[in-house]
């Protein structure tokens, strides 16, 4: 599964890298985040069709959502905490996930993401310590890590209500490979550039082409902090790598 991710990239950075038509967030600049978790507010980029216009054609869209997906049918909000990653062998066929494979894809930029893997030492053989490594585009790119996003009504709240509409999100995981895979069997599904705008377009119902394993993933992995373990802790020093007389870590 895909946990925590950093994501440290000013928004007008990320406007210019995926070439956004309208900043949907103008009114909401997020802080760096290094260790970006559930519940938390995420940069999304997603292409929409204009309320005003339903004829034209689809805009590409910088949004903030919260990260953790909560179905429109949910009854509760609470839900979207256990709802952060879609995988990719079964996410047309669950309810929660099937409609908005369909019609609501969205990018999730990231510098890269943290898995743990077992450590050689240390811990209990119930309770093993865990080392977190970084995992990231090794040309120092941006990731984009494929989503999904929904809409939840709070039916409690009346239709002016800003806080009525609540909108979250999902990463999709599938199998990993290259050094990611040497830290943990999944990973985010990642979308190249020149895919993008396929990817994002809500008028291709039909996405299941994307829907394959992993190829070669450019990404490199290497130690990090066991600091990254608490979410109260963020900060560029989260992705800086442990040297190995650190930990007795080798790096990857």
Known sequence: MCGRYASARKK????????????????????????VAPTKPVYAVLSRVPKSDPEAE?????????WGLVPSWAKDPSIGSRMINARVETLTEKPSFRRAFAERRCLLPADGYFEWAVAEEGG????????PYFIHPADGG?????GLYEFWRDRGRPDDDPLAWLVTCAVITT???DEAGTVHDRMPMLIERDRWAEWLDPGVPDAK?????AG???L????????????????PELIEPLLEEDDGQALF
């Open 175 to 177: 199998s990993a490979l």
């Open 12 to 35: 007008q950075e990320l406007l210019e890298q995926f070439q956004v038509e309208v900043d949907g967030a103008a009114e909401e600049e997020l802080r760096p985040d290094y260790n």
């Open 209 to 213: 082409g994307f829907l394959v394993p």
């Open 58 to 66: 689809a805009v590409r869209q910088l949004r903030v959502l919260r």
């Open 124 to 131: 209990t053989v119930k309770k093993p310590k865990k080392q």
């Open 216 to 218: 070669s993933t450019g």
């Open 220 to 235: 490199k992995a290497y130690p990090v902090s066991t600091a990254v373990n608490s979410v109260r802790n963020n900060g």
């Open 142 to 146: 941006v990731m984009a890590m494929a």
